[in-house]
């Protein structure tokens, strides 16, 4: 997949995009797996989890195991932290957009 090829480059919208759900409701990683696959990311376990471990290294998330039926999940959410960041996001990628748009009458 195209988008795959440049993932390093996108993995900052991929973590702004986690962190935009983390901020609304606690969720388990192959949730997000499905949720990212559904907007174009294809992520394994093996890119996501280290993922969402370093923004828990960098406070932005807190986890906890939960049981389901027999078996156990680990939920992730947003700290303070992580929606003031969020909050930020917001309005840079906004900022973002609307120069993407304006500079689109001079792309090919
Ligand atoms: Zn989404």
New binding site residues.
Partial sequence: MRMMKHQELLKGLIRL?VLH?ASQEPFYGQWMIH?LAR?GYTLSPGTLYPMLHGLERRGYLKSKNERNGRTFRRMYWATSLGREANKLAKIQVRELIGELQRSRRHSS
Wanted: proline share 0%; charged share 25%.
């Fill in positions: 995009h759900h949720e907007h």
